[in-house]
């Protein structure tokens, strides 16, 4: 007998996530590959933010439960205080949920629904917590399939459901109406996962309180701060109330806390550097369109999903590496075969990526 033998099961089969070793990456190098914001912050915003960051009583724990930031994403939302949970980036939402909602009950494993191709850490996760996961195929142009739906919330009865819309890496929106007659027929916890809604304007959170067992999570990874780990759960506030006890305390540190309050506290600079962001989008997609060797899936985010169709996919994400560009390699057998993720980044990153496709592409 060893430690070994009291690992949960589905560890052994997982694999850590690495997408790419920065450490080792030229000098130069054009980072396409992870979704953030291109845009850094001006330096009279960064020496702003660090006469905040001088204020802090850093010897003290922060605020338990986050209040104050609790209360600012509140007031952007249009909901209570108590409704929103703040996590350590979205991650940590799914895995105070699997916490809550994924060990089963009398033994049984927790089922956890989602579409696929999707955001993979719904299944890693929910693997790691000993769930049972439970994919549902999206349809051939990457839309939910309703009656599929259905039919594994009756077979299954999920603890769990994720819905990523926009959803990554396809980009697209789901149609929420689908999603709000999945989460009424199921008697699980159904979460709209809304990481890339502030670039479409989209958002379940008006029926919070209205469906059943529906949440919605956010994050301010995509909008500009990828760093602060900064992620949140809007929900019911008795259910939010059980997702605190399992909460780990002080969650969120003082820094990550200070400079998203300082973001949040003027709407419009936010405002405006989506929109820099989504001018980005349209800039980039429509280079990629030009490229006759590309298909271009449409995209509601801030990245968009190609398909090479001359070439091998990883042989062209090289091939673009050699020449300072990192995308993500997506490519696998079935519907994600030969597909690339581009995020969009600045004026002169998308040229330089968009130079490097043109010549590479045939």
């Known amino acids: 007998m060893s430690w070994k033998d ?31 914001s291109p845009f850094p912050l001006l330096p009279d915003e960064r020496a702003s933010i660090l006469r905040s960051l001088g204020a802090l009583d850093v010897h003290r724990y922060p605020e338990v439960s986050g209040r104050p930031l609790r209360e600012a994403l509140a007031r952007r939302w249009n909901v209570a205080p108590e409704q929103v949970l703040l996590g350590n980036g979205s991650d940590e939402i799914l895995s105070i949920l699997h916490t809550a909602f994924g060990g089963g009950r009398n033994g049984a494993r927790a089922r956890v629904l989602f579409p696929v191709p999707t955001f993979g850490e719904f299944e890693a996760i929910a693997l790691a917590h000993g769930a049972e996961p439970v994919p549902v195929p999206l349809d051939r142009n990457f839309q939910l399939d309703e009656p599929a739906l259905l039919e594994a919330a009756r077979a299954h009865r999920p603890a769990l459901a994720f819905f990523a819309s926009p959803n990554n890496p396809t980009g ?30 989209g958002t379940m959170l008006p029926l919070v309180g209205q469906v059943p067992g529906l949440v919605v ?5 995509k909008i500009g701060f990828a760093g602060l780990r900064v992620g949140a759960l809007v929900g019911p506030a008795d259910l939010i109330g059980e997702l605190d006890k399992v909460r780990l305390p002080y969650n969120l ?8 309050l300082w973001a949040l506290a003027e709407p419009g600079w936010l405002e405006t550097r989506l929109a820099h962001i989504a001018s980005s989008l349209r800039d980039l997609d429509r280079g990629l369109r030009k490229i006759p060797g590309l298909e271009v899936f449409p995209s509601d985010a801030n990245f968009v999903l190609v398909r090479t169709r001359t070439m091998d996919a990883k042989a062209l994400w090289e091939a673009l590496l050699a020449k300072g560009v990192l995308v993500r390699n997506l490519s696998k057998p079935g519907a994600l075969e030969n597909c690339l993720r581009i995020t969009a980044g600045t004026p002169e990153e998308n040229e330089r990526c968009l130079e490097a496709l043109r010549a590479l592409v045939r």
């Not at 999570?217 to 990874?221: G, H, K, Q, V």
């Open 217 to 221: 999570m956010r994050t301010l990874s």
């Open 253 to 260: 540190n003082q820094v990550s806390q200070a400079i998203a």
């Open 172 to 201: 697209n929106r789901f149609d929420s109406r689908i999603v709000e007659r999945f989460a009424r027929a199921s008697d699980g916890v159904t979460v709209s996962d809304e990481a890339y809604a502030d670039f479409t304007g």
């Open 6 to 36: 009291h690992l949960r099961d589905t560890i052994p089969a997982l694999g850590v996530y690495r997408p790419f070793d920065y450490s080792t990456a030229p000098a130069g190098l054009v980072r396409l590959d992870a979704n953030e």
